[in-house]
């Protein structure tokens, strides 16, 4: 489905309807990743839409964190 050198809209609304079900996405993430005939500009979307939920991750660790680690500081209204 994914493996042609031109994606038709139908194989991008596909792609993006599994991207939509939890633990599927990630099935189908691994599979396109490292099968060698995945065309290559889905490739290369599914790599920066990994860093990008990546960074997002790390991102909210160090917000949180940082959060957590300020909300003991204030007084307490108790």
């Known amino acids: ?3 042609r ?3 038709s809209v139908g194989d991008w ?3 993006f309807i599994f991207m939509l079900m939890p ?3 990630v099935i189908v993430w691994i599979m396109l990743i490292r099968s060698k005939d995945t065309n290559k500009s889905l490739k290369s979307f599914m790599i920066a839409q990994f860093v ?3 960074l997002l991750i790390v991102a909210a660790f160090v917000f949180g964190s ?3 680690a300020l909300s003991e500081e204030l007084p307490s209204s108790y």
């Open 52 to 54: 990008i939920v990546a």
């Open 5 to 7: 050198e031109h994606l």
């Open 66 to 68: 940082a959060i957590m």
């Open 23 to 25: 633990g599927i996405n």
């Open 1 to 3: 489905m994914y493996q």
């Open 13 to 15: 609304i596909g792609y």
